[in-house]
């Protein structure tokens, strides 16, 4: 399966610090996404990059690549309660027509 | 603009019944991409149409269908519940011919419950 795992599956923090969450997958790639879940709503997509890109920001959101080694990794910084939530990585594998979803990382934020 | 829009937002069934769940998706979007969320198994591809044509299918039974209307909007019909077809079903649109290369934006789904 090219599906992509996230690691780890569930994170605490404090507001304010930062959190990494790390996505491998088996397959080459045209490009990665993140999602993010609210409890119990549908996903929300977060960045996009493609394979060609090591490193992408948006806002407290920094997402790099390395296709080298199969991986990537979102970090929040700064956060906030309202950053919890479950966050999936989504890759767009070459061969396949459709996004294929990890299981992915429970965020929690306490104020 | 209207986001994707799911109905009913719950639905409770009985084993063997049979279910149909409707998607609405973003005005402009013809891909339109059905996903089973089942507890603790991450999302899970049932179905994807494009131009009112099945283009993929995952890994379910033949009991899982749906369809596309010229409007692009979709249904998702499931028959013969079982009960592990208990699930958040989430339904996904994008522009054009709905590779991956696009990002999906995702309705609320659908609770669907087999008792």
């Known amino acids: 399966s090219q599906q992509g795992e996230e690691d780890p599956q569930a994170l605490s923090i404090q507001e304010g610090e930062n959190a990494t969450m790390n996505c491998s997958y088996k397959?080459?790639?045209?490009?990665l996404q993140w999602y993010r879940q609210n409890s119990g709503r549908g996903l929300v997509h977060l960045i996009l990059?493609?394979?060609?890109?090591r490193e992408k920001h948006s806002g407290r959101l920094r997402v790099t690549l390395d296709t080298s080694k199969k991986s990537s990794s979102l970090l929040i910084t700064a956060s906030r309660a309202a950053d919890t939530a479950s966050y999936f990585c989504a890759t767009d594998a070459r061969g396949y027509s459709t996004l294929t979803f990890g299981k992915g990382t429970m965020l929690l934020v306490s104020p | 603009e209207a986001g994707v829009t799911q109905s009913p937002t719950h639905l409770i069934k009985t084993r063997g019944q049979q279910a149909t769940l409707r998607c609405s998706p973003i005005?402009?979007?013809?891909?339109v991409y059905w996903y089973q969320q089942a507890l603790g198994l991450g999302l899970q591809f049932l179905l994807w149409?494009?131009?009112?044509?099945?283009?993929n299918r995952g890994n379910f039974p033949p009991r899982f269908s749906g369809r596309q209307f010229p409007n692009y909007s979709s249904e998702l019909n499931v028959n013969a519940l079982e009960l592990e077809d208990s699930a958040l079903y989430l339904c996904a649109s994008s522009l054009m011919g709905g590779t991956g290369r696009q990002p999906q934006h995702f309705g609320d789904g659908t609770r669907l419950s087999i008792l």
């Open positions: 990059i493609r394979s060609n890109e």
């Open positions: 149409y494009d131009e009112g044509e099945e283009r």
């Open positions: 397959t080459s790639i045209n490009n």
């Open positions: 005005s402009g979007h013809t891909s």
